[in-house]
């Protein structure tokens, strides 16, 4: 029997921002949609798209402006470009390297002195790099047809976009809008990973911590602790019937730059999704994401919903 590794890939997301800066939850790893990873390299393309144009105060909806604030949150799209290259060294190592592109348009109402004045950004533009090594440390067969695989997994978040976007009338964008967070960030997680190929499923679960390491310009992200579970019920050699559950929990944002009162909650979210791999070394994906749980702090934009597309090739 083929040992199989899983490859670590967690996307931050953010029902956790104050201007709704996001990504989504999903694990879109090649062993989470059913297939086998031998030594070698994984090439994905990812495209998400989350508009969060829905107020919420603690776990309540609320109308724009409903809760008096300095700024009334009213739309962030998100448009996010993510690439990811693994590579499986041998039995025992591997590591994977995120590049996102962001593509984030924000527009808010700034009172001001009684007066209502509209601001508005809209940008593309590189994201923070994450770089994962991945470690295993057990493997587990049963007697019937399977392998499970146990795996640590570590590594950093660079601060490789930017932190100081402005508008066309040069208002910097507020921190948690910015592309990057300035910060160097320690990714630590565990997962665990089976495939029953008489059943047609595969199972996984795997958490992660993201503690920042730094601050920069006076902000410091929350830390953040994510859960995802989820499975792959393969319909024939080609087609996957995928389901995952993602959960989030963030912290407050801290310093003089950050908004505390308005950064920071918890999210549970379901994520049902297809794959198909016309071939053994293509797999397409998509996924929906729905969210069954949201509490912020504060006032904080959130998104009725999240779509999720890409390709996974592997050579």
């Not at 001001?112 to 509209?118: A, F, K, N, V, Y």
């Not at 508005?120 to 399977?146: C, H, I, K, Y």
Request: hydrophobic share 35%.
């Amino acid at each position: 029997m083929k040992k199989l590794l899983l490859c670590l890939l967690l996307i931050p997301a953010g029902a956790a921002a104050s201007c709704g800066s996001a990504f989504c939850t999903v694990n879109t790893n090649w062993d989470v949609q059913g297939a086998w990873t031998e030594p070698g390299t994984r090439l994905d393309f990812r495209y998400e798209y989350i508009n969060q144009d829905q107020p919420m105060s603690g776990s309540r909806k609320v109308g724009v402006g409903e809760v008096p604030a300095h700024h009334d949150e009213v739309y962030t799209y998100n448009r996010n470009y993510l690439t990811t290259i693994d590579r499986t060294i041998d039995a025992d190592w591997g590591v994977n390297v995120l590049v996102p592109v962001v593509d984030r348009e924000h527009y808010h109402i700034h009172n001001h002195m009684g007066t209502q004045l509209d601001e508005r950004w809209d940008f593309t533009e590189l994201g923070d790099v994450r770089v994962l090594a991945r470690r295993r440390l057990a493997s587990f067969e049963g007697q019937e047809p399977s392998a499970a695989v146990a795996s640590l997994n570590f590594g950093l978040k660079l601060p490789t976009g930017k932190t100081n976007i402005v508008n066309a009338d040069g208002d910097a964008a507020e921190r948690s809008l910015q592309p990057g967070s300035g910060t160097t960030d320690f990714l630590i997680g565990a997962s665990y990973s089976k495939q029953q190929p008489t059943k047609n499923l595969s199972t996984f679960v795997q958490g992660v911590v993201q503690l920042p390491l730094n601050e920069h310009d006076d902000y410091k992200p929350g830390n953040r602790v994510s859960l995802d579970a989820g499975l792959r019920y393969g319909v024939g050699e080609q087609l996957g019937l995928l389901l995952q559950a993602n959960a989030l929990w963030r912290g407050r944002d801290r310093g003089a730059e950050a908004e505390p009162d308005d950064t920071g909650g918890t999210a549970l979210f379901l994520s049902p999704g297809l794959s198909y791999a016309p071939v053994k070394a293509f797999n397409l994906y998509g996924f929906v994401q729905l969210p069954l749980y949201q509490y912020v702090n504060g006032v904080q934009l959130t998104a009725k919903r999240a779509y999720t597309i890409g390709g996974t090739f592997r050579f």
